[in-house]
């Protein structure tokens, strides 16, 4: 029976294993500082160092960057297995667009006709707009930024870290051959070291030059990184410019459906409004008791802005609450029976609502329910 080997070079493996002890054993002497080592010079030092540098934080700052694109790690895995594979990703509805889809869906099976049916939809549909807009961010962010980053990490940077070694290599050579002059004893050993040494110095100077080269490129890497940075600002820039559109325009959809609790939208833009900006708009008063618009159906509320609005200390009065109130809604006060607070006058003067504070909190508290303590205060002053 004939068995075909395959070819086995006994010296070459002796060989092989031979240079490699030799390489563990020049390793371990320039640890220990027992022989003799080349330094590279302070330019090179400084610029393997600032490519060092540059490596970690571009690879920390892309993984930062995709985290927060793609929060899900198992779908960042996915992603990163179908770009290697080289196959078409499949289509997943972000978190977003299966709360606008739930929305859409509940707001059908509670009836088209009702407000809170109107509502869900008119919300559902702004999200999935607000979906479709996370999802063309994370698509442009990855084209303008993420990609770049790794595309420098992957080729350039890779190229670096090889020519790197192989200069490593040239060096351990370079330092044997000069170990091996000094242990030469005869002249043609002698020179034959001596050769060695000539070749293995060229080798290195010139591995040197060109890995120079290729750290010194880093500037102008960095340069490329500074555009990416640029363009994904500009992406987050239109990102949330198109969210804060769509959210305005629900603000505006919903105001119009009109109701018994009617939406009031919120001025983020107002920031210079004095006190009464919680209040309701002219046209539309409001009723102490139920909290409820009282204006004709089909009035929109004006844009109100539910900051605090700038009053100072000397507007304010004390009053004694009579009797405890539950707040209607996130612009009121709650109140305890017989606790003093700060009330002032919106602006305009509402009938049935003046501005409160309760120690850190802030907002509405209907005038049915409050005593004023500095107007008698005042009074008895001028009665003496």
């Given amino acids: 029976m004939n068995i075909n080997l395959p ?17 563990v054993v020049q390793l371990t002497e320039e640890k220990l500082g ?14 393997a160092e600032r490519a060092d540098v540059t490596k970690a934080w571009t690879e920390k700052i892309v993984r930062d960057t995709e985290a927060v694109l793609i929060p899900n790690p198992q779908n960042r895995i996915e992603e990163f297995i179908f770009d290697k594979i080289e196959k078409t990703k499949p289509q997943r509805l972000s978190n977003l667009e299966h709360l606008a889809l739930d929305m859409i869906e509940a707001g059908g099976d509670f009836g ?14 702004a999200e999935q707009k607000l979906g479709q807009c ?50 030469a004893r005869s002249m043609l050993g002698q020179q034959a070291a001596e050769r060695d040494l000539r070749v293995a110095q060229a080798e290195f100077d010139r591995q040197a030059e060109i890995t120079k080269v290729l750290l010194d490129g880093i500037s102008t890497s960095q340069a490329s990184h500074l555009r990416h940075l640029h363009a994904f600002v500009e992406t987050q820039v239109r990102y949330y410019k198109n969210c804060m559109d769509t959210i305005n325009n629900l603000q505006r959809d919903l105001a119009n459906l009109g109701g018994p609790t009617p939406y009031v939208p919120i001025d983020i833009y107002n920031d210079d409004d004095v006190s009464g900006n919680h209040s309701a708009p002219s046209g539309i008063g409001l009723n102490a008791a139920s909290g409820v618009s009282s204006a004709g159906a089909g009035v929109v509320p004006s844009v109100v802005s539910r900051r605090d609005p700038l009053v100072n200390a000397d507007q304010m009065r004390r009053a004694r609450v009579l009797c405890a109130y539950d707040a209607k809604d996130h612009t009121e006060l709650n109140l305890n029976a017989n606790e003093v607070i700060f009330v002032t006058e919106c602006s305009p003067v509402n009938p049935d609502y003046m501005y409160g504070k309760q120690g850190l909190l802030k907002g509405l508290v209907p005038r049915a329910f409050l005593e004023m303590l500095d107007d008698e205060q005042n009074e008895t002053n001028n009665v003496y």
């Avoid at 070819?7 to 390489?23: I, P, Q, Y």
């Avoid at 698509?139 to 190229?159: H, N, V, W, Y």
């Fill in 34 to 47: 027992t022989t003799e080592r080349t330094e590279y010079d302070t330019e090179f030092l400084n610029l």
């Fill in 7 to 23: 070819n086995f070079n006994m010296k070459n493996l002796v060989k092989e294993a031979g240079s490699t002890l030799s390489r």
């Fill in 134 to 183: 996370e999802r063309d961010f994370i698509a442009s962010s990855g084209i303008c930024f993420t990609q770049p980053l790794r595309k420098f990490l992957d080729g350039e940077m890779k190229t670096i870290t090889k020519e790197r070694g192989i200069l490593e290599t040239k060096r351990l050579d370079l330092d044997a051959s000069k170990n091996r002059l000094k242990k």
């Fill in 112 to 125: 088209q006709d009702l407000p809170y049916g109107q509502a869900l939809i008119k919300v559902g549909q």
